[in-house]
């Protein structure tokens, strides 16, 4: 019998003892740097001579490994080894499965600082921020091995009929794309990979571009585990080539992935294709980007807003899908509340966060990102006022920095209040009050998270009904879902709500199979 779920802690880093640990991390990442690492394919490891190097975002000088440029006949071989592996796999015993995925879990949190260690250098997370993540993969693992126990049998769910007995079993669906982006890549990573497994099917894994360190990291612990050859494949190399390839191939079953809403929309339109020699339909799952909102009324209590508007906006330089990127706020506040949000900005402190764990605001993951944010900047300067930031900064290393940056009194229909810039910078829309501000937080085409501060308890209940979006969180921050306690998951643009860390999203990765048998 296992015990009852319970989120892993999150360590902040103001113990002497673990800031220690982290930096002996450090240098152990450090000292590994600079390896050729492979593509597994049915339990071999398979070396190219092309490879692309995963560097540091803070000095992208220093590579932190290689991998293998992986093609499409490497995703056919991925996607055989996996079709064969599920022959088996499908038929291990649900216990065996989850008690896979929480030996993974014992692993990742012995080793916890060495994975923190290697996010602050492979994507630039901030200390804490980084043993969030880490926390959040432990509490996936050990979610879904419980859920995973409690969904494969439904049958005493059943209506009893004379004569017959009833079984109703969630069987898996067979071999998967797994596709996470760079953003967590050890949380969804972790998340995507061990739901897939847990319910029987088998992968094929492909890390992102930015981050295939942390990603390999996953397979690797997966297998150290016990993952028997094949169940579980790990091909790397480009997005639009390997990626785009797992979704076409006609015995991929479905599709897991997390990331940009063109890349999401392409897999839903291609996945929706019955290709030559595919006998299903397949099935994706699909997360998306967000814009989401922070909404102030005039009864709000104006310090926690400023705290949770700033925390919503920069934490891990705004790269979250959940980050509060528009604050709507009404007329009667604005001018008080903007230079509480100001002062608390002008605290955040940006550097490497290799550094240490007073580094609040890291770099930006890569020299796309850079110009994408860099261009929104210059957007922004024409559409609102500039209150803090707006520019690169430069760094001798290369870095890829951006000042925190807020923009004042933009228009709610501006480029920078509506499209998804992930990065570190805010808009923030004045609002007529708290009408014209609801309609304003429903203007988008996304529905992700949103926030609102209000003592009004008209209002509050009247958010819960017309605020539109997956995760609405009253008088708190915007991002920092909780598995078990939070599902996570957006509307419309943002995806297809499927409630990562819920009790509904193995169902999503299984099959229900009805069986009557005369007595
Ligand atoms: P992306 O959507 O291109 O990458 C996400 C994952 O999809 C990666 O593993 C990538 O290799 C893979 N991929 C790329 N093209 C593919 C294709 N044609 N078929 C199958 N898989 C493919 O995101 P990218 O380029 O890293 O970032 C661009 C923008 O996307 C960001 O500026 C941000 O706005 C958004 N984004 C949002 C995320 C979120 O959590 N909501 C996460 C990552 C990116
Ligand atoms: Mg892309």
């Known amino acids: 019998m296992l015990t009852e779920f319970r989120n892993e802690p999150v360590l902040d880093y103001s113990d002497p003892e673990d800031v220690r640990k982290f930096r002996a991390a450090l ?14 394919i049915g339990g071999e490891k398979i070396y190219l001579d092309e490879t ?16 293998a440029d992986g093609g499409v006949e490497h995703v056919d071989m991925a996607v055989a080894a996996a079709e064969e592996a599920f022959a088996s796999w499908r038929l291990t015993p649900v216990g065996e499965r989850a008690r896979l995925l929480l030996r993974v879990a014992a692993l990742m949190r012995d080793r916890r600082h060495e994975l923190n260690a290697l996010m602050s250098l492979e994507i630039g997370k901030a200390w804490s921020e980084a043993d969030g993540e880490t926390s959040e993969a432990i509490d996936f693992l050990e979610y879904y091995a419980r859920q995973m126990l409690d969904l494969a049998d ?64 996953v397979a690797e612990y997966f297998l150290e585990c016990g993952l028997p050859a094949g169940v579980m494949n790990f091909v790397t190399g480009p997005g639009e080539v390997v990626g785009a390839r797992m979704v076409e191939h006609p015995r991929t079953r ?31 799952i699909l997360e998306m980007g967000g814009k989401d909102a922070v909404l102030v009324d005039e009864t709000a209590r104006l310090d926690q807003a400023a705290e949770g508007i700033v925390t919503s906006a920069f934490g891990y330089q705004g790269q979250k899908c959940s980050a509060g990127s528009r604050v709507i706020i009404v007329d009667d506040v604005y001018d008080e509340l903007v230079p509480r949000i100001l002062e608390r900005a002008k605290s955040l402190r940006v550097g490497a966060p290799d550094e240490g764990p007073d580094v609040t605001v890291g770099p930006v993951i890569d020299p796309n990102q850079f110009d994408k944010v860099k261009s929104y900047l210059e957007t922004g300067s024409d559409e609102g006022e500039v209150l803090l930031g707006g520019s690169p900064i430069e760094t001798e290393e290369g870095g890829y920095f951006i000042q ?71 008088n708190r921050k915007c991002t920092g879902a909780m598995v078990g306690v939070q599902p996570f998951g957006g509307f ?13 999203y193995l169902t999503l990765f299984t099959q229900a199979k009805a069986i009557a048998q005369r007595l």
């Open 27 to 40: 240098d152990k990442v450090r000292a590994e740097a600079g390896q050729t690492l492979p593509l597994i």
């Open 52 to 67: 692309f190097a995963t560097v540091c975002p803070a000095r992208p000088d220093e590579a932190l490994a290689h991998f």
């Open 154 to 217: 439904r049958s005493d769910e059943l209506t009893e009929w004379p004569g017959e007995q009833q079984t109703l079993n969630y069987i898996p669906l067979g071999v998967g794309a797994v596709i996470p982006p760079w953003n967590f890549p050890l949380a969804i990573g972790t998340g995507l990979l061990s739901a897939t497994l847990v319910a029987g099917n088998t992968a094929v894994y492909k890390p992102a571009e930015q981050s295939p360190l942390l990603g390999w990291k």
């Open 254 to 284: 479905f599709i897991c992935f997390t990331g940009s809403r063109d890349v999401g929309v392409e897999i839903y339109e291609k996945a929706g294709r019955v290709l030559p020699g595919q006998p299903w339909l397949k099935r994706s």
């Open 404 to 474: 925190p940056t807020i923009f004042g009194e933009v228009p709610e229909t501006a480029r920078i209040a509506q499209e998804e810039i992930f990065g570190p910078v805010v808009a923030l829309v004045r609002a007529r009050d708290f009408e014209d501000a609801l309609r304003i937080v429903n203007s988008t085409d996304y529905g992700l998270t949103g926030a609102v501060y209000s003592e009004d308890p008209g209002r509050l209940s009247r958010v819960r009904d017309d605020f539109h979006v997956g995760n609405l969180y009253i």
């Open 492 to 504: 419309n643009m943002s995806g297809t709500d499927s409630k990562a860390g819920g009790p509904d």
